[in-house]
């Protein structure tokens, strides 16, 4: 079966950490794995992403906070959040590229509160 398995999300005091991590099943040739992010009445953002080559890219709000990394062999992308934020609330999505598709994972939950 196609699909990504979220964990991690929940509740945080800000200054606090979180671990989100996917992963991924039925699918092979993974190329682009990212986190995005949707809090209420915003667009999706790009919250961070990374490449086969492990080339990272983060989202502006996010850099020198959070890391994203990869473990190929388990299929998973993880992502580090420390140091979070209330702005940091919102549903967090998974995001891989594979062969010619994309997939999307069904979204966790993170909420830092004040």
């Known amino acids: 079966q196609v699909q990504l398995e979220e964990s991690g999300g929940g509740f945080v005091r800000a200054g606090g950490s979180l671990k989100l991590s996917c992963k991924a099943s039925g699918i092979d040739d993974i190329k682009w794995m990212s986190w995005y992010r949707q809090a209420p009445g915003n667009e999706r953002e790009l919250v961070a992403g990374?490449?086969?080559?492990?080339?990272?890219h983060y989202g502006g709000s996010v850099k020198g906070r959070f890391t994203i990394s990869r473990e190929d062999a388990k299929k998973t992308v993880n992502l580090q959040m420390n140091s979070l934020k209330p702005e940091d609330t919102a549903v967090y999505y998974c995001?891989?590229?594979?062969?010619?598709?994309?997939?999307w994972g069904q979204g966790t939950l993170v909420t830092v509160s004040s």
């Open positions: 995001n891989v590229h594979y062969r010619n598709w994309e997939l």
């Open positions: 990374i490449t086969l080559g492990g080339s990272t």
